[in-house]
Structures are given as C-alpha cells and as structure tokens.
C-alpha cells in the first residue's frame, strides 16, 4: 500500500473486472470471425454466378429443319448451351426474315464452358478447352452480367437455371405468412395481456403458447399437411398452404413478443386512460398500442426472417422439388428460395455450386433488407412518440 | 358555506384478496369543498379515494362491499357502467402520467372520444380555456404540438389536470397530486386546487399536514382502514377529538 486509495484486494477486484471484460471481447471477436468467414465463403464461391459466359458462333438459319444443332458448327456444338439451341426454332418463329440467313450471335455458353471459362472445377475435355482458348484469343468470348438468375425458374440445365420463381415464390408465401400470423398474433397477445383475466385458464393458454414456440418446425410441416391438403384440400406445394403453414409456425412467437411489449407499456398510461373514462378498447388502441408498436414490429420481423429461411415443414408441403415455373396465383405450385437453396446444394452439376452460392447471397440481402426495413419502422414509431 | 351532501359512502369493507384494506366506513362528503384524506401510508386513503371512481376494479382480487352514493344514485348498482362513472369522476395521480402524445391531444383526446367537442375551432377554444384553467396556457401555447413528455414534473401535473377538466367531470379526485413535485410547483398546484373548488368536488389524499390545514375545508384521517376522524379542517387541526388523530398530528405513534 503506497497511498491511502490503495489496497491489495481493489487489484484483485479490479482483476476480476478485467478478466470479464476480456473474455467477453474475445467472444465478441471470435463471433464476428466466424460471421467474416464464412460470409467471405460464400461471397467468393458465388459473385462468379452473377456473371455469365457468351460465345460468339455463327448460326446458319436455313439449315435448320428437325435439329437445330446444324445450324452451328460441329466443335461449337459442344460448348454452346443446348437450351440455347432448342430455343433457335422460336428465334425464326417470331422473325420469319431469319429463316434463309447466316448470322453471328452471342451464344449461351454450356455449363462446363462456363465453369473453365470462370476458372472452376468442369468435366470439360482437353480438345474442347483448347477450343475456349482459341476462342478466347479472337475475342469471341465475353462475360455478361447474368440476367438468367433473376428471370428464370429451375432447370436441368445449370447455365440455364434461375432463382427467379423462388423469389416470387417466397415473396407470395411470406405475404401470406404475415397476413395470417400478424393479426392472429397481435390479437391474441393484446387479448392475454390487456382483456383477459388473469386465471388458470390464461395461464394454461399462455404455457401452451411458449411450448409451441419450441415445437420443432416440421411438425408444423406435418400439421399444415394433415389440415391444408389433406383435410381441407388445398392444392400441395402451394404458396397459399405454404403460407398457411408459416404463419401458424411462427404465431408463438408473434405473440410471445407482443406480450412482452405490451407488458412493458407502463401502467400508469393506462391508468391515466381509465380514469379518463376511455374504454379499455380506447386505452388499448389509443395509448398501449402505439408505445408497444416498435416492439411488435421487432418480434414481427424477426419471426418473419425466421419464416423465410425455414426450410423443413415446406418438404413435407411437396415444395422442395424441381420447379422451372414462377407461379402466378396462390394456389399455383411453386417453391421458395430456402428450398431451391437446398435442391441447388444437391445437384451433381459443378455449375450448380456456384448458384447455390449466390443464392444464399440473395437470400441474405433479403433478410438484410427486411431487417433494415424493420429498423426505419420503429425508429419511425420512436421518434413519433419520443421514447 | 351550503352543506348539501354529494357523495354518501355507506358501510365500506373492502378486500384485497383475503386482506381486508377497508373497514366499514361511511361518510358524507359536501359539496364545492375540498375534502382531504389524511393518514399515515397503508391506511387505505388511496384505496378509498379510488372507490368513488371504481379504479379498483381494475384489480382483480379486489372486493367490495358496501355503496356510494353520488347525486342519488349507487354507483356499485349493476346498471352503472364504471367506464361512465369515471367520465364524471375524474382522476389526477402521484406521478404525473400524460399521455405520449402532443400536449395539444393531451387536453382533446378523451374530450373527442367522449364527444363533447368536435374536431378544429371548438376543440381549439376547449383547449385553449383548460390550459388557462390550470395557469399553463401561456408557457405551452407556442409548443401545442410538442410532446407532453417534454414538459417539466410540475407542468406535466397541470396538463393532467387540464386534460381532467376538457372531459368536465362533476368530481376530481387527486391522490398525492403535489408529493412529486418540488415545493414551488408544488404551490403553482395548490393553489390551482383552490381555484378550480368553485367549479367542482374535489377530494385530495396528502401525506403533507400542511398542506390539508391550508386548502382543506374537510378533513378526514384514517388509520388501518378505518375512518378515525372526520370534521371541519379547523376543528379537526385545533381541537382533535379522538386520541390517535392527535398523535399523528403531533408526529407520535
């Protein structure tokens, strides 16, 4: 002890403090490493998909008859995309004048092309890189920026598939995961919180709702089957039952966060409303409502993060398979991107890799955006209630 | 001063769960006076002040027995609704809580609810005359939007009471309404109580003597839920006739 502020076990509790607070910053950085690496796996696995190969042929039209795969060069044949060929015959349908000429298009690259021309693992054979490399030399291949991935659904052909009927897929689930499981939500929370008496019986409800909240999500998967489709008919692998079936899924947790919410609204606010001689309906929807807002949206949005990254009930809805169309109306069999993610990861295919890839890159900036979207709201409702 | 009776409560028991907060008490309380309740804490004041507007029904273990009686009518009778008592029994608290809304909506929320005044000009003027009423019109009137939050404690409890007013209750209760507030606002809110006595019925808990010795014209004093004492605020101050009202105001047990 060298002046009268010190003494030897002040330096062992200051120790202690230290020591926390070290330990719980390496946590933090061990977090933040793992998060880094493994978006850093991803990125660098799937920013080659948003880019696509073209290969410069020329195409006879007027040979043309039953195969269109006369029309190119025999050594190009095999390094041009066979959708593209198929789609030759269309090209004539839409332009009759085509049909006698010879012209130089840009062709769709094949997906082992593809892969050598991006530098990855292909099944390419030696004689038809060499072909790339000649190709290459006369500026006859060119990457484009992949329009493919966002305007097409699924395909057996990997340079050919597209995450665009996953997207709208999700997008027509999801609204009716909300429509169904806000509402409900929200309304049974402000009933168990603010109308009903606090007996056995709430408490009865209330334990059976946080038990659900820990339900594994394939039951739900198993609920939505028994009840939408086969009891009640609704057509498999839809968005509508899909929707059904996310929106139960995740009603616990809309309601156990808007209790809490709810709950913490102080009580003098309601106090203040009933001494004014407001209904409890005019106390709730005029005073607690708006206070609990920012706290509902926060439950809402992430339960809602959680419903379009879930992939397990959705393979017992019929919705994980192979799905080339974007579906129209609700009712119309589609898939979603958790799930396309999921049948991309296992296909055989080196271009598939790629795909998945940026698939889940999609797939984040979509939950990024709904989070960002979430934070403006409430920051929107805190600011107009100066909490 | 006239002595006509406005409130008549008779037989009071009350029961928090099994406990039993009030005991039989029964008093009249007059009209344009201000009646303080005073006793020492858990004496049941706060629980009697809220059973002339039934906010204790907002807890459920809560039982009560007994009536009062306002303008003639039980307002424990199954035909009245409590939501219509407590738009003629008004309420100003401990803390004040205004609503997280502008100061403006503070005043005109309830009073629109309740219809007495439509949206634009008459809202305006009704606002306008309760901000005067409690001495806050011209401190806010450039800040009508603002948050309420925004406004100092004492300021905050005068907007409560403006905010009581707009809805034109015949009765104010007012449980503590100064012991949050600091001595100076704590006065601007007395002598608001004195001022607004022509108008209504108000009826004042304080844990502060003087207080109910300068604004008080009725006294009553509790102790465990029973009415000890109930008399004219100079007789009950000068002369008590009961032995535990004198302790208490001599500060012993």
Known sequence: MKHPFDSAQLKKRQRKSMLFKSTALLMVALALLFLVVFLFNIASKGYSAFTQSYIYVTVDFSKIKNNPRVAIERQHRRVISNTWIRNLPNLIKENPSLKNETKKLWALANSEADQYIKGHDNKLKSKDKALIERLKKENRIKRKFNTILFTHGD??????????????????????TMLVGFPIGVMTAIYLQEFAKDNRIKQFIEININNLAAVPSILFGLLGLAIFINFLGMPRASALVGGLTLGIMILPIIIVTAQSALRSVPDSIRQAGFAMGLTRWQVVRGFVLPLAMPGILTGSIISLAQAIGETAPLLLLGMITFMPDAPTLVTDATTVMSAQIYTWSSMPQNGYIERTSAAILILL????????????????????FNL | MSSSIKISIENLNLWYDKKQILHNISMDIFQNQITAFIGSSGCGKSTLLRSINRMNELIEECRIEGSVTIDGKNIYDKDVDEVGVRQRVGMVFQQPNPFPKSIYDNVAYAAKVHGIVKKGKECDELVETCLKKVFLWDEVKDILKEQATSLSGGQQQRLCIARTIAINPDIILMDEPTSALDPISGGHIEELIVSLKEEFHIIIVTHNLKQAQRIADHVAFFDSGHLIEYAPSNILFNTPQKRQTENYLRGIE
């Open chain 1, 155 to 176: 395909s057996q052909m990997p340079e050919n598939s597209g995450f665009f009927s996953a997207i709208k897929g999700t997008i027509m689930t999801i609204i009716i």
């Open chain 1, 365 to 384: 900036g979509v939950m990024v955006t709904l989070n960002l979207l979430a934070i403006t709201l409430r920051s929107r409702f805190k600011k107009r």
